[in-house]
Nanobody, 117 residues
Framework: QVQFVESGGGSVQPGGSLTLSCEVS????????IGWDRRVDGHKLVLVAE???????KYADSVQGRFTITRDSTKNLAYLQMNNLQLEDTDTYYC???????????WGQGTQVTVSS
């Protein structure tokens, strides 16, 4: 059973920073990508950032240049450094892992990020 340990959420003022972490364990198959999604319109999950085994990364346009994702592939552990946070970044951020071997997506329970003045 795939398990997630997520941490690092909280409340900050606009312009502040937070670092999220996510460690994935229990998968019988290789985890190809780890990242974070957030919900749009209350239900649809969309990409925030993700990191791939080959070292590549991908970001949503809204966070490009402000957020940085890093990964320790030996531990299936990823970090999301969130800088210059804005009010619109307020949301629950869900760690998302994908196994290319199993063709399966997995999500953690979510971490709340609140940006308010």
């Amino acid at each position: 059973q795939v398990q997630f340990v997520e941490s690092g959420g909280g409340s900050v003022q606009p312009g502040g920073s937070l670092t999220l972490s996510c460690e994935v364990s229990g998968s019988a198959f290789r985890i190809y990508s780890i990242g974070w999604d957030r919900r749009v319109d209350g239900h649809k999950l969309v990409l925030v950032a993700e990191s791939y085994l080959n070292g590549g990364t991908k970001y949503a346009d809204s966070v490009q240049g402000r957020f940085t994702i890093t990964r320790d592939s030996t531990k299936n552990l990823a970090y999301l450094q969130m800088n210059n946070l804005q009010l619109e970044d307020t949301d629950t951020y869900y760690c998302h892992a994908y196994s290319d071997v199993a063709h399966m997506d997995y999500w953690g329970q979510g971490t709340q990020v609140t940006v308010s003045s």
